[in-house]
Nanobody
Framework: QVRLVESGGGLVQAGGSLRLSCAAS????????MGWFRQPPGKEREFVAA????????VYADSALGRFTISRDNAKNTVLLQMNSLRPEDTAVYYC???????????????????WGQGTQVTVSS
């Protein structure tokens, strides 16, 4: 049984930083790409960043490029999202997700992910 558990969310002022972590279990972690998505209040869930199984390829949403960094530690079955220069519009529930296939090299599409965490709230005050 695959389990993804996010942590690291919280309340931060605009311009601040947070680091989200996602601990995975249940499948061979380094076989699968991982992604971060977020769901702002009243909006659809949207892509933030993704990383390939070995960590050599990363993909970012335009809104995250230059401010957020996705990384993974395959020895610890963990994927991280370092978020800097946070803005009020980054306020959302952040979810990590694990790819549905070993062929997925890091996708921005929700349907390419089979497993999701419960989410962690990030609130950025102005």
């Amino acid at each position: 049984q695959v389990r993804l558990v996010e942590s690291g969310g919280g309340l931060v002022q605009a311009g601040g930083s947070l680091r989200l972590s996602c601990a995975a279990s249940g499948r061979t972690f380094d076989n699968y790409a991982m992604g971060w998505f977020r769901q702002p209040p009243g909006k659809e869930r949207e892509f933030v960043a993704a990383i390939s199984s070995g960590g050599g390829r990363t993909v970012y949403a335009d809104s995250a490029l230059g401010r957020f960094t996705i990384s993974r530690d395959n020895a610890k079955n963990t994927v991280l999202l370092q978020m800097n220069s946070l803005r009020p519009e980054d306020t959302a529930v952040y979810y990590c997700a694990q790819a549905n296939s070993r062929l997925n090299g890091g996708s921005r599409y929700r349907q390419d992910y089979a497993y999701w965490g419960q989410g962690t709230q990030v609130t950025v005050s102005s």
